[in-house]
């Protein structure tokens, strides 16, 4: 049977197929043990300032990565690639706590090969989007948020549909599975300074929000 809504209420867009929203997944000591790990993680690999290929206009966000390979946007398009684009050096390894996830939450055949880590400072966004630099599209796309929450947009395969938003909060993990894994997704804004968790830790005293994004590259085999 149709359900009725109210007059003047449209029916909520409903969410993607294969979209999981885990809610508090870590909690606020795994939190802290994971940004620790992230820390060690920018020491090694700082943060970068991504460029949109042709104009060379710079994103919101700075960018690292972790793992095998390294999510990278610059004059030349994106990529995947070995090495840090201002260092030179290899990734430095996944900590172990997101290998974990990934098998917890996704039981794909094969790890993930990539985490892109996504600092938001104040102001910083991120616009309507799909992952599709990788591969291994049956493989889905995890991420983790951290710090200040955000508004997070999701919508159809196609980029003019309707979208659904919702605050994903510190220690939330985010899907994208299934037909999800294809839906055109992004951050609208992030309430800077409201949660204080990267400001604790050294390393990430500007604060903000940092976002973990595991995927897998290659197919598996
Ligand atoms: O920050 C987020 O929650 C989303 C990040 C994202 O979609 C991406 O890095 O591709
Ligand atoms: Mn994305």
């Given at each position: 049977?149709?359900?009725?809504?109210?007059?003047?209420?449209?029916?909520?867009?409903?969410?993607?197929?294969?979209?999981?929203?885990?809610?508090?997944?870590?909690?606020?000591?795994?939190?802290?043990?994971?940004l620790?790990?992230v820390a060690?993680v920018i020491?090694?690999a700082p943060f970068f300032r991504p460029?949109?290929?042709?104009?060379?206009?710079?994103l919101s966000v700075m960018m690292t990565n972790?793992?095998?390979?390294?999510?990278?946007?610059?004059?030349?398009?994106?990529?995947?690639?070995?090495?840090?684009?201002?260092?030179?050096?290899?990734?430095?390894?996944?900590?172990?706590?997101?290998?974990?996830?990934?098998?917890?939450?996704?039981?794909?055949?094969?790890?993930?090969?990539?985490?892109l880590v996504n600092w938001y400072g104040e102001g910083a966004r991120m616009?309507?989007?799909?992952?599709?630099?990788?591969?291994?599209?049956?493989?889905?796309?995890?991420?983790?948020s951290l710090g200040d929450?955000a508004?997070?947009?999701?919508?159809?395969?196609?980029?003019?549909?309707?979208?659904?938003?919702?605050?994903?909060?510190?220690?939330?993990?985010?899907?994208?599975?299934?037909?999800?894994?294809?839906?055109?997704?992004?951050v609208?804004?992030v309430?800077f300074?409201?949660?204080?968790?990267l400001a604790?830790v050294?390393g990430l005293a500007a604060g903000g929000r940092i976002n973990l994004t595991?995927?897998?590259?290659?197919?598996?085999?």
């Amino acid at each position: 049977m149709a359900v009725r809504q109210p007059p003047g209420r449209r029916a909520p867009v409903p969410l993607p197929d294969g979209f999981l929203h885990l809610a508090g997944h870590f909690d606020a000591a795994a939190q802290r043990t994971l940004l620790a790990d992230v820390a060690a993680v920018i020491d090694a690999a700082p943060f970068f300032r991504p460029t949109m290929p042709r104009t060379g206009q710079p994103l919101s966000v700075m960018m690292t990565n972790c793992g095998p390979l390294g999510w990278v946007s610059d004059r030349d398009g994106y990529r995947y690639q070995v090495d840090h684009p201002v260092t030179g050096r290899r990734w430095p390894t996944f900590p172990a706590a997101l290998t974990q996830l990934w098998s917890e939450v996704t039981g794909y055949a094969a790890g993930p090969e990539a985490c892109l880590v996504n600092w938001y400072g104040e102001g910083a966004r991120m616009g309507l989007h799909v992952d599709a630099d990788e591969h291994a599209p049956d493989a889905p796309v995890v991420s983790v948020s951290l710090g200040d929450p955000a508004l997070f947009r999701i919508g159809g395969p196609a980029r003019r549909g309707r979208t659904r938003s919702l605050w994903l909060a510190s220690g939330d993990v985010v899907v994208l599975g299934g037909g999800a894994r294809h839906c055109y997704h992004g951050v609208d804004r992030v309430r800077f300074g409201e949660n204080g968790l990267l400001a604790s830790v050294p390393g990430l005293a500007a604060g903000g929000r940092i976002n973990l994004t595991l995927r897998r590259v290659t197919p598996p085999g």
